[in-house]
């Protein structure tokens, strides 16, 4: 259900159906790395989860940082839809 109200929020806005735009993709991180972390939750000795946890945010942190410097506002919009922090600047 979320899922699809997400999608169709995105597709509202752009008149097409892009699954490769870049709020799609951290959409799909977002949804992944929860599910991940909950998994770890019980199994705290999965190495190669936690591996992939971390590329995964990565993935996701670099493409929040694409968006915040080309469109100010579809970023503060899809951080509060998600409900996830900012990324620590360096």
């Known amino acids: 259900m979320v899922k699809n109200s ?4 995105i597709l509202q806005e752009e008149k097409e159906k892009n ?5 799609f993709q951290i959409w799909n991180f977002t949804k992944r790395i929860r599910r991940l ?3 770890l939750e019980l199994h705290k000795k999965d190495y190669l ?3 992939g946890l971390r ?3 990565g993935k996701r942190q ?3 940082v694409y ?3 080309n469109n100010r506002v579809r970023y503060k919009e899809l951080i509060g839809q998600l409900n996830i922090r900012e ?3 360096r």
């Open 6 to 9: 997400f999608i169709s929020a």
């Open 19 to 23: 699954k490769g735009s870049t709020e």
């Open 37 to 39: 972390t909950s998994h």
């Open 49 to 51: 989860s936690q591996r």
């Open 55 to 57: 590329k995964i945010l």
């Open 62 to 64: 670099r493409l929040l």
């Open 67 to 69: 968006l915040s410097n």
């Open 87 to 89: 990324p620590q600047t």
